[in-house]
């Protein structure tokens, strides 16, 4: 009972809000966006007039010379919606669209315009003492509304920054990192190869190296010692019985 009041209200005003949400439109540099006037058939205004911030950019009866929309807008006169052409970003921002009509004022209609670059990305690595360890940088043409993902060959990596920790064990070659950037109207990725030669310089992977050229070197010192031993029991059988073998044996 004590909190049945402020949960309604609470409900009501987002009730309100989503009610009187502006619509937002994202659009990307160098399109163009047709902006809804928001007028039903029946209102039939005999002024439209179509500002962005307090500025008017297009009046239904006279042409608007305004400096940044000149020869970029047009007001469609048959259901009073507002095309943009060519956007740049700095369009960005709240178009209000006001009307008068024969029976008076019409309620106002507010789009919101988000105009974004197209994303272009570049990875590099930043460089580090430590071997088998690097830092990898994930720079977009951008720095804003820019939500990054890592991945490792084809595997998620956790990371959503914009710099990546990397480590590799000993012997992994050309590993692909690829960094994965996009803005509300794009997508862009881009990868880098990392290696980790260095197998003396980890201590496993250095006694794992010692211990395989041991164990060669052991194998060759057997395999010789055999065939030697086998030569000279050939020799000392052959020279016995034949004695044109002689030179052969003794060099
Ligand atoms: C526009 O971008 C915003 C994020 O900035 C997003 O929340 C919204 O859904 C997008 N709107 C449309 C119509 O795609
Ligand atoms: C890298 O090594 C140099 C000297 O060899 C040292 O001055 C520098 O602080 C080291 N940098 C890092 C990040 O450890």
């Given amino acids: 009972?004590?909190?049945?009041?402020p949960v309604f209200i609470a409900l009501l005003g987002l009730l309100v809000a989503s009610l009187s949400a502006d619509p937002v439109v994202n659009r990307t540099v160098g399109e163009s966006v047709v902006l809804p006037a928001g007028l039903s058939p029946q209102e039939n205004p005999s002024e439209v007039d179509w500002k962005w911030g307090g500025e008017s950019i297009a009046v239904s009866d006279m042409d608007v010379p305004s400096v940044q929309f000149r020869d970029r807008v047009h007001l469609n006169r048959r259901d009073w919606s507002l095309t943009i052409n060519l956007l740049r970003a700095e369009d960005?921002?709240?178009y209000k669209r006001v009307a008068r009509a024969a029976s008076g004022q019409l309620p106002s209609h507010t789009v919101t315009l988000r105009v974004y670059e197209k994303i272009k990305l570049e990875v590099t690595t930043k460089p580090s003492n430590e071997t088998c360890r690097a830092t990898l940088l994930c720079t977009a043409n951008q720095r804003e509304h820019v939500s990054y993902r890592w991945k490792r060959e084809d595997q998620d990596l956790?990371?959503?920054?914009?710099?990546?920790?990397v480590s590799l064990s000993p012997?992994?070659?050309?590993?692909i990192f690829t960094c994965i950037a996009s803005n509300p109207v794009s997508e862009a990725t881009a990868s880098i190869r990392e290696s980790c030669a260095g197998i003396s310089?980890?201590?496993v992977g250095g006694s794992f190296c010692v211990l395989k050229s041991v164990l060669l070197s052991l194998?060759?010192?057997l395999m010789i010692s055999a065939v030697i031993g086998v030569h000279v029991r050939e020799c000392a059988h052959t020279k016995r019985n034949v004695r044109r073998h002689r030179a052969a044996c003794e060099t």
């Fill in 219 to 221: 194998g060759l010192v």
């Fill in 158 to 165: 956790p990371e959503h920054a914009g710099i990546l920790q």
């Fill in 92 to 94: 960005s921002g709240e």
């Fill in 171 to 175: 012997g992994e070659i050309n590993v």
């Fill in 1 to 5: 009972m004590s909190y049945a009041l």
């Fill in 201 to 203: 310089s980890s201590s």
